[in-house]
């Protein structure tokens, strides 16, 4: 049914429950599957005063990213590998993950994104705010989501 899936990890253990789903789906469906996890870029802090961090503290903070991206697709990979299958992984910079999500399914031509949710609702979850609330509104590709 599904040939090519999209999932989505922010290196979190709700986030591998959605990771574990997708992998027996894919595995069953024999699809492919893209797993993909989105950290912000760097923005300017807009101290009073013209000051602005500096390059060392920007180039720490990138480092700092980029490393737990890594490890979230590591997980990733280990994850599908003890699945069985094999993944393609993919570190995306934007300043809007829901965005960046949907582009990406674009982009890979994807049947399905599979995301988890913290389940959050209330108060917490209006404050907080929902990546995987505002994927599944604005995404014109069907999306499971996991709990």
Same mark, same amino acid.
């Given at each position: 049914?599904?040939?090519? #899936? =999209?999932?989505?990890?922010? +290196?979190?253990?709700?986030?591998?429950?959605?990771?574990?789903?997708?992998?027996?789906?894919?595995? !069953?469906?024999?699809?492919? !599957?893209?797993?993909?996890?989105?950290?912000? %870029?760097?923005?300017?802090? &807009?101290? %009073?005063? &013209?000051?602005?961090?500096? /390059?060392? *503290? #920007?180039?720490? *903070?990138?480092?700092?990213?980029?490393?737990?991206?890594?490890?979230?697709?590591?997980?990733?990979?280990?994850?599908?590998?003890?699945?069985? $299958?094999? #993944?393609?992984?993919?570190?995306?910079?934007?300043?809007? /993950?829901? !965005?960046? $999500?949907?582009?990406?399914?674009?982009?890979?031509?994807?049947?399905? #994104?599979?995301?988890?949710?913290?389940?959050?609702? +209330? =108060?917490? &979850?209006?404050? =907080?705010?929902s990546q995987t609330y505002?994927?599944?509104?604005?995404?014109?590709? %069907?999306? =499971?989501?996991?709990?």
């Amino acid at each position: 049914m599904y040939k090519n #899936i =999209l999932l989505t990890t922010d +290196g979190s253990e709700f986030a591998e429950r959605g990771l574990v789903h997708g992998f027996d789906m894919a595995k !069953a469906m024999s699809s492919k !599957a893209t797993v993909m996890t989105v950290t912000t %870029p760097y923005s300017v802090s &807009g101290l %009073p005063g &013209g000051w602005t961090d500096s /390059p060392s *503290f #920007i180039e720490r *903070f990138e480092q700092e990213w980029k490393e737990y991206a890594d490890n979230a697709l590591a997980r990733s990979r280990a994850l599908a590998s003890h699945a069985a $299958i094999e #993944i393609d992984t993919q570190h995306v910079i934007a300043p809007h /993950p829901a !965005a960046a $999500i949907i582009e990406k399914a674009k982009e890979l031509h994807s049947d399905l #994104i599979v995301m988890a949710s913290h389940g959050r609702r +209330g =108060l917490k &979850g209006m404050l =907080l705010g929902s990546q995987t609330y505002e994927v599944v509104t604005r995404s014109s590709v %069907p999306v =499971l989501v996991v709990r």
